[in-house]
Structures are given as structure tokens and as C-alpha cells.
């Protein structure tokens, strides 16, 4: 079935280092892919839209400087935290839909990226 | 207003018995997606089961059931027999169809604990 890859898995890091995400639909092509975040024991949040070949959407109160979203592709969407903070550690995850199949297939999650800055 | 709501932050059930997670939602569109996802500790999201609006039967899949009552906008999980190796957060989401890129929206979550 489809496979949404998201790289790397763990992220620690210093106060202001930029950091990028990946995420890979490996057997699907996915116009568009999205991005959530999820702090503690809470629900994902979804920040953005990442389409291909265009802009981003995000919601509102995401800092779009902030959070950087380039699909360049059909299979690979990346989301780049700028400078990061303290207040950026979060658990971040991409899912994406192959809408070549049926409407009723589900999103496919990446298995999501702790990112912690120290 | 939510779009998704799950009112049970946290629910208990004998291992072997059947338990219920609840979801309600919120939505004009009239065609629409829902889902119900289960994430372990590790973080991954699993996908369960699916029921879409114009479905005219319950979706089932193995062990999970979905309760669709679409008059009450109620989309609630039903997991028979359970095992210890469902403890686990569950959230139900909704995609509606008429946007653009059909975003799918989650509930707050209910953190389900199998007791042996």
C-alpha cells in the first residue's frame, strides 16, 4: 500500500539552527502533502498545506518565515524550521493522500519528526 | 465551533470487552470523510477505519466498527475484543470534499487503556 517516509525521525539541535524535514510518498505521487504539529499530549495541529509546484498554504497564526515549506516535487515535500527556539520542539508529521485512487483512501502519515533545540 | 469533537479524554476497558470511543463533528458540506486514526506511544498514526458521508452502511474492519449516525453528525469507533496492544491515543478526523485541498481536520483525541 502507500507509504508516506518522513526523514529524520529525531532531531536535537542548538538555539538558532535551521533545520529541514523530509517527506516522501514512496509508491504514490502526491500533489498535495501536509504538515502537523503536535505537542504533548494534545491533537495534531495542521500548519500548512504544501502544494506542488506552488506556494504553500497556511493556516492561521503560522509564521510563514518561520516555517519554510518547498514541494519540488511530486513525491517530496520539506519543511524548514528557521532559527529555531526552544518553544519550536514539538513532534512535527507529513501526511500525505494518493488521489489517484479512491476517494475513501485515508491520509498516510510519515511516522513524524521529534525536534527538540536545546 | 470544533469540527471534531471527542469528549472522552480518557477511557478504561477490560481486556475481551468491546468499548466506545465517541466522535461527533461539525460540517455543511455534504460530502465528507471519516476517519479514525490510532497513535501509540511511538508516535506513528495508524489508520483504522473509514466512513464516508454517502455511505449507506457502517464501515467495518476487523476488529473496529464505526457507529455512523449521520443525523446526529456522530461517527462513534467500536473495538470488540479488546487487546492490551490497543492501549493507545485514537483520534477521529474529518476531511470535507468541497475544499480545495481537503485538508482533514482532528478531534482532541481519548487515550484508551486496555486493563488485563
Known amino acids: 500500500g502507500a507509504v508516506v517516509s518522513q526523514h529524520p525521525s529525531w532531531v536535537i539541535c542548538k538555539s538558532g539552527t535551521s533545520v529541514k524535514i523530509e517527506c516522501r510518498s514512496l509508491d504514490f505521487q502526491a500533489t498535495t502533502m501536509f504538515w502537523y504539529r503536535q505537542f504533548p499530549k494534545q491533537s495534531l495541529m495542521l500548519m500548512a498545506t504544501s502544494n506542488e509546484g506552488s506556494k504553500a498554504t497556511y493556516e492561521q497564526g503560522v509564521e510563514k518565515d518561520k516555517f519554510l515549506i518547498n514541494h519540488a516535487s511530486l513525491t517530496l515535500s520539506t519543511l524548514t524550521v528557521t532559527s529555531a527556539h526552544p518553544e519550536d520542539s514539538s513532534f512535527y508529521i507529513c501526511s500525505a493522500r494518493d488521489v489517484a485512487r479512491y476517494s475513501n483512501q485515508p491520509q498516510h502519515f510519515g511516522d513524524g519528526t521529534r525536534l527538540s533545540i536545546l | 465551533a470544533q469540527k471534531i469533537t471527542q469528549t472522552q479524554p480518557g477511557m478504561f476497558v477490560q481486556e475481551k470487552e468491546a468499548v466506545t470511543l465517541d466522535c461527533t463533528y461539525d460540517t455543511s458540506d455534504p460530502s465528507y470523510g471519516l476517519f479514525w486514526y490510532k497513535q501509540p506511544s511511538s508516535g506513528e498514526m495508524i489508520f483504522l477505519i473509514y466512513?464516508?458521508?454517502?455511505?449507506?452502511q457502517n464501515a467495518t474492519e476487523g476488529r473496529y466498527s464505526l457507529n455512523f449516525q449521520k443525523a446526529r453528525k456522530s461517527a462513534n469507533l467500536v473495538i470488540s475484543a479488546s487487546q492490551l496492544g490497543d492501549s493507545a491515543m485514537y483520534f477521529c478526523?474529518?476531511?470535507?470534499?468541497?475544499?480545495?485541498?481537503?485538508?482533514?481536520?482532528f478531534g482532541t483525541g481519548t487515550k484508551l487503556q486496555v486493563i488485563p
Open positions: 466512513q464516508g458521508s454517502y455511505d449507506q
Open positions: 478526523a474529518m476531511r470535507e470534499d468541497s475544499g480545495g485541498y481537503q485538508k482533514v481536520t
